[in-house]
C-alpha cells in the first residue's frame, strides 16, 4: 500500500473528527493539523500524535493531499492553494460559497490533474447504499431532514447547510438535473432562511418534495421514493432500509378492494390483511459502516489510483447549482399571490425587517 501523508486544515466540529480517522488510519501519515486557534489546534494534535500549524502553507511541500474543513466561505480560497501546490483535495459541502467559486475549483483540479472530493457523506450511509438500487427508476421521492439548532453554519442559508445533502443524492438516484424549481423559505433565528420547502422536477418524470428546518425539537433525517419497486424508506439516522412491495396475490389475484365488495366481505378482516397478503414489507440488508471513515477511504483510495472519487468537484458544482436555483426561488417566492406583494423568505421575528416588496 502506497504511504500517504496529509494535512488536515481546520479542526472544527468536523474537521476534529477527520483527524482522528487519519490518524489511525494504515499507509497513512498526518503531518500536521493546520487551524488559526491554537488552543483546539494543539489539544487535537496531541489526540492525534501529530503537530499543530497555525498555517497549512507551512506543511504545503510534505503533503499528498489535504483536506479542507474550514467554513465554506473559506473552501474556495484554501482548495485553490491547496490545488496550485499540486495537493489532492477533499473539501467538506458544499464545495464553495457559489457556483462561480466551485467551476473554478472544478476547472483548477482539471487543469493541475488533482484529485477533488466533496464531502457529501449520505452517498455513504449504509442506509442509502442498501436501497440504492430500488430508487433506480423512482418517480416521487420525499426527503425530510430537520434538527435542532446548532449553532454552527449560521452564515449560509439551510439550504446549503442541510438541504444540500438531499439535492445531491437526488442527482445521484436520478442521473439528470432538475427542469423546474419552487421553493418557499423562513428566517427565524438569524437573518438567513432557517426553513426550505423545495419541490424539484425531473426531465424524466421524478418529482421530488424537499424538506430542511434546522430550528426543531425533534431530529428527522429521511427519505422515501416511489418506484417500480414499490416504496422505499430510508432512516440516515437509525441507518435502516425498509421497502415495501405488492404481493403475489394482489399482482395476480383479486385486489381486497374487489373483495370488500363482496356481500359477504369481511371489511376488519381486510384491513388486517393489507400487510402482509396484499403487502410485503422487509428490512434491507444494511452492512454496518463508519460514513466518514468510507468516505476518506474512497478519497485515499482516489489519490492512490488516480480513478474519479464517488463524490468529484462536478458532481460537488452540480449540487451547488440545484441548491442556488432553490435559494433564487426562495428569494422570489411571493407570499400575496403576485410580485406586487410581500416577495422573500418570509421573516418569523417581530423585531425584524419584513419581507422585501417587489419594485
Same mark, same amino acid.
Given at each position: ?38 488552543? %483546539?489546534?494543539?489539544? $487535537? ?36 492553494? @491547496? ?5 489532492? $483535495? ?14 473554478? @475549483? ?24 442498501? %436501497? ?118 394482489? @399482482? ?20 388486517? !390483511? ?25 478519497? @485515499? ?32 417566492? !411571493? ?25
Amino acid at each position: 500500500m502506497t504511504n500517504l501523508t496529509g494535512v488536515v486544515v481546520g479542526v472544527g466540529a468536523l474537521g476534529r473528527h477527520h483527524a482522528r480517522i487519519l490518524s489511525s488510519m494504515d499507509g497513512v501519515s498526518l503531518r500536521a493539523v493546520a487551524d488559526s486557534n491554537q488552543t %483546539a489546534g494543539e489539544a $487535537v494534535a496531541a489526540a492525534c500524535g501529530t503537530r499543530w500549524v497555525a498555517d497549512f502553507r507551512e506543511v504545503l511541500s510534505e503533503v499528498d493531499f489535504a483536506v479542507a474543513a474550514v467554513p465554506t466561505y473559506a473552501h474556495e480560497r484554501v482548495a485553490t492553494e @491547496l490545488l496550485q501546490a499540486g495537493v489532492d $483535495v477533499f473539501v467538506e459541502k458544499p464545495i464553495a460559497l457559489n457556483s462561480t467559486e466551485a467551476t473554478h @475549483l472544478v476547472e483548477l483540479a482539471a487543469v493541475r490533474d488533482r484529485i477533488l472530493q466533496v464531502g457529501h457523506i449520505e452517498r455513504f450511509n449504509p442506509a442509502f447504499e442498501a %436501497a440504492a438500487s430500488r430508487l433506480a427508476d423512482a418517480k416521487y421521492i420525499r426527503a425530510e431532514r430537520i434538527s435542532p439548532y446548532s449553532f454552527r453554519s449560521t452564515d449560509i442559508s439551510v439550504v446549503l447547510d442541510m438541504m444540500i445533502h438531499d439535492i445531491d443524492l437526488l442527482l445521484a438516484v436520478t442521473g439528470e438535473f432538475p427542469s423546474r424549481v419552487e421553493a418557499l423559505g423562513a428566517c427565524l433565528l438569524g437573518d438567513q432562511p432557517d426553513l426550505v420547502q423545495a419541490r424539484l422536477v425531473f426531465p424524466g418524470g421524478c418529482v421530488a418534495d424537499l424538506v430542511a428546518n434546522r430550528v426543531s425539537p425533534t431530529t428527522v433525517r429521511s427519505l422515501q421514493a416511489w418506484s417500480s419497486a414499490g416504496c422505499t424508506q430510508i432512516d440516515f439516522g437509525t441507518r435502516q432500509a425498509t421497502c415495501w412491495s405488492p404481493t403475489p396475490t394482489l @399482482l395476480y389475484g383479486a385486489s381486497p378492494l374487489e373483495r370488500s365488495r363482496q356481500p359477504e366481505a369481511n371489511i376488519e378482516q381486510l384491513k388486517g !390483511a393489507i400487510f402482509g397478503q396484499y403487502i410485503q414489507q422487509a428490512e434491507l440488508a444494511v452492512v454496518p459502516q463508519d460514513q466518514l471513515t468510507a468516505e476518506l477511504q474512497d478519497f @485515499l483510495h482516489a489519490v492512490r489510483t488516480r480513478q474519479s472519487p464517488r463524490v468529484d468537484g462536478r458532481q460537488g458544482l452540480a449540487a451547488l447549482q440545484v441548491a442556488e436555483l432553490i435559494s433564487q426561488s426562495v428569494e422570489a417566492h !411571493a407570499w400575496d399571490g403576485d410580485l406586487s406583494g410581500r416577495v422573500g423568505p418570509m421573516v418569523l421575528r417581530t423585531n425584524a425587517l419584513p419581507l422585501r416588496r417587489a419594485g
